[in-house]
C-alpha cells in the first residue's frame, strides 16, 4: 500500500480561497461604485446640456424673427402667469392686430409656443419647446434696471432685452430645474 504525505502537496488553504474571494469582492465593488457614480455625472450633464438647447433654441427663434421681419415694436410682459400666458409679442405695424408674432406658455402642456398672426389670420401655433415651467422677458433700461414695460411697446430699433426661463430636466428619475437666463441686443442699423 502506497502512502500518500498530504504535507508536501502544494496548493491554496479553504482561508487563502476566502481572502481571495472577499479580495476580489471589495475591488470589485470599488469599481461598480466609481462607474454608477460617472453614469450619474453623466446624466447631470447630459440632462443640463438637453436644457440649454431648448432654451438656446427659443432665443435663436426670437433674435431670427426680430432680425428677419420688419417689426415696428416689441411688448415685453414681465413673467408668464396662468392668467397671461404671453411672455413676448412683436408688432409689424402700429394697428398691433393685423401683423405679429406673440411667444407664449403652455402652462399645462410645460411648453412655450409661437404664434403668428398674418393680415389678421391666425396661424396654428407652432412648439418651439418642452418642460418649461417659467419664461419671462423683460426690456432693461439704460442703466441695466429690468422693466416689463408692458403698459407701452418698445421700438425695435432700440431693443435691448432680457430673456428667462425655467426647464425641467429628467435627472435621475428626478425632476430638476435649470434656469437660463440671455440678454439680447438688436443695434440701431438706421442710424
Known amino acids: 500500500m502506497m502512502k500518500i504525505n498530504l504535507r508536501n502537496q502544494n496548493g491554496f488553504t479553504l482561508v487563502e480561497l476566502l481572502a481571495a474571494i472577499l479580495l476580489v469582492g471589495i475591488i470589485a465593488g470599488v469599481i461598480t461604485m466609481a462607474l454608477s457614480q460617472l453614469s450619474a455625472g453623466n446624466q447631470v450633464t447630459f440632462a443640463r446640456q438637453q436644457a440649454q438647447a431648448e432654451a438656446r433654441a427659443v432665443t435663436n427663434h426670437m433674435i431670427g424673427k426680430l432680425r428677419e421681419q420688419k417689426y415696428d415694436s416689441i411688448a ?11 411672455f ?4 409689424e405695424t402700429a394697428s398691433r ?19 403668428t398672426v398674418r393680415n389678421g389670420a391666425s396661424l396654428p401655433p407652432t412648439v418651439l419647446a418642452r418642460d418649461v415651467t417659467e419664461a419671462s422677458t423683460y426690456f432693461l433700461t439704460q442703466d441695466g434696471q429690468t422693466s416689463s414695460a408692458s403698459s407701452s411697446h418698445i421700438q425695435v430699433k432700440y431693443l435691448h432685452l432680457q430673456f428667462q426661463l ?10 430638476q430645474t435649470y434656469a437660463y437666463k440671455t440678454d439680447i441686443t438688436i443695434p440701431s442699423w438706421d442710424q
Do not use: C, F, H
Not at 425655467?166 to 425632476?175: F, I, P, Y
Open 76 to 86: 415685453p410682459t414681465g413673467t408668464a402667469t396662468a392668467e397671461r400666458k404671453d
Open 97 to 115: 392686430t393685423d401683423n405679429l408674432t406673440r411667444y407664449y406658455l403652455d402652462i399645462p402642456g410645460q411648453a412655450i409656443m409661437v404664434e
Open 88 to 91: 413676448l409679442t412683436l408688432y
Open 166 to 175: 425655467l426647464l425641467l430636466a429628467n435627472q435621475k428619475g428626478k425632476q
